[in-house]
């Protein structure tokens, strides 16, 4: 759908990540990167951070019900283009985002930063899901570093021998493994950190989703000199026929082009 004759484009950023923050910057910015806006941004977040970082341009929080509601919500605000800027593990979101597409016939783009991948010197094992990891962890290390986020935390609770160090911006809620140190933190997380935290805690085995991002994440970084195994919980299917953007930069230049398409 384009955008009505003398009416800005409205984008609608399903958020959540930095990706999706700095494509709403990047649109509010204006210049030449700013895909020939002025264009309107509302940026949607789930709700599931207490005080998160607020993008500039519009936010709503919450829910829509599904991809009907998601529909419904583009159609009521005049929504023209819709970006799919959830983070690679939200898996629902993005098939919500096609059906709701598809209803409300207005075209879609996935900003999806790339997957890692191991190089050198590292000791990586993948794993299906969460469910897989916590069956594949006891043979890999006995004191975790688990950063696969809060909310997946019940995967692991009835492992009672490992000891847990799991880092939030909030705190996780039970089911939660019994031996378990919470550290309550907002990333970035700079390598010397990552170094640091590894060693104090003796950490002999990190579990990681891989959530892509910067070529090589500084906390696989510090395990691969430390000589620490990973274990990669790797993506889940995404909805066929999305296109996709690697970069914020990348989508504007897209929206760019989808506006400028009748
Ligand atoms: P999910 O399983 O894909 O989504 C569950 C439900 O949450 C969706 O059906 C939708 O509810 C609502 N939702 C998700 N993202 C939303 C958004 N941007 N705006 C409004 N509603 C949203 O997602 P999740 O894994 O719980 O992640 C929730 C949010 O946290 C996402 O925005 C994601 O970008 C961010 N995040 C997730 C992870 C992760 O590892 N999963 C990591 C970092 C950040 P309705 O069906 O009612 O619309």
Do not use: C, Q, Y
């Amino acid at each position: 759908m384009s955008a009505e004759a003398g009416a800005a484009p409205h984008v609608l950023v399903l958020g959540g990540t930095t990706e999706a923050r700095r494509l709403a910057e990047l649109l509010a910015e204006g210049g030449p990167a700013a895909a020939g806006g002025p264009w309107r941004v509302t940026t949607s977040l789930a709700g599931r951070v207490a005080a998160p970082v607020l993008p500039p341009g519009g936010v709503r929080i919450g829910g829509f019900g599904g991809p009907e509601g998601l529909a419904a919500w583009i159609a009521a605000h005049g929504v023209t283009h819709l970006v799919d800027a959830t983070h690679p593990f939200a898996e629902r979101m993005s098939f919500n985002a096609a059906g709701a597409a598809r209803l409300a016939g207005v075209p879609l783009l996935a900003l999806r930063r790339p997957g890692w991948s191991p190089g050198p010197g590292d000791d990586w094992t993948f794993a299906a899901d969460l469910a897989e990891a916590a069956s594949l962890l006891p043979g890999l290390g006995s004191r975790v570093f688990l950063t696969t986020g809060r909310t997946g935390l019940h995967a692991f609770a009835h492992l009672a021998d490992p000891w847990f160090l799991v880092r939030s911006v909030d705190p996780p809620a039970a089911p939660a493994p019994p031996r378990l140190e919470v550290l309550l933190a907002r990333g970035p997380f700079g390598l010397d950190d990552e170094r640091e935290l590894l060693a104090r805690h003796r950490i002999d085995v990190l579990v990681t989703k891989d959530s892509g991002g910067s070529a090589t994440a500084p906390k696989l970084a510090a395990a691969r000199e430390a000589g620490i195994p990973v274990l990669v919980v790797r993506r889940p299917p995404v909805p066929a026929g999305v296109p996709e953007a690697g970069t914020a930069a990348a989508a504007a230049r897209w929206l760019h082009g989808a506006a400028d398409r009748p």
